[in-house]
């Protein structure tokens, strides 16, 4: 079965920095987007970044761009987002997902992914 894992998550202060981590299994990253959302308290979730299949074009949300970098290792089958200058308002679960995709692009609509995995938990604190 396609099966995704998170983890990395952590309680870290304002300022600090997170690696998240992404394993799938049960289908080979090459021919999947993979993006990652977060969800906090009585919030939809919404997307913060993408990276897609084959030259792995990445894309980053308003709200995290220069501070999140997401990034692949396809021998490992898993994909990354290093989290810096971590603000309170980035405290959420945070998911990756995985949707097929014939384009090079990725996008962070919610509906077009279909794999889905358990969520880490990101506070960011002092």
């Known amino acids: 079965q396609v099966q995704l894992v998170e983890s990395g998550g952590g309680l870290v202060q304002p300022g600090g920095s997170l690696r998240l981590s992404c394993a799938a299994s049960?289908?080979?990253?090459?021919?999947?987007?993979i993006g990652w959302f977060r969800q906090a308290p009585g919030k939809e979730r919404e997307g913060v970044s993408c990276?897609?299949?084959?030259?792995?074009?990445?894309y980053y949300s308003d709200s995290v761009k220069g501070r999140f970098t997401i990034s692949r290792d396809n021998a490992k089958n898993t994909v990354y987002l290093q989290m810096n200058s971590l603000k309170p308002e980035d405290t959420a679960v945070y998911y990756c997902?995985?949707?097929?995709?014939?384009?090079?692009?990725?996008?962070?609509?919610?509906?077009?992914?279909?794999?889905w995995g358990q969520g880490t938990q990101v506070t960011v604190s002092s």
């Open positions: 997902a995985a949707r097929a995709a014939l384009s090079l692009f990725c996008n962070v609509n919610v509906r077009e992914y279909g794999a």
């Open positions: 049960g289908f080979t990253l090459d021919y999947y987007a």
């Open positions: 990276i897609g299949h084959m030259d792995g074009s990445t």
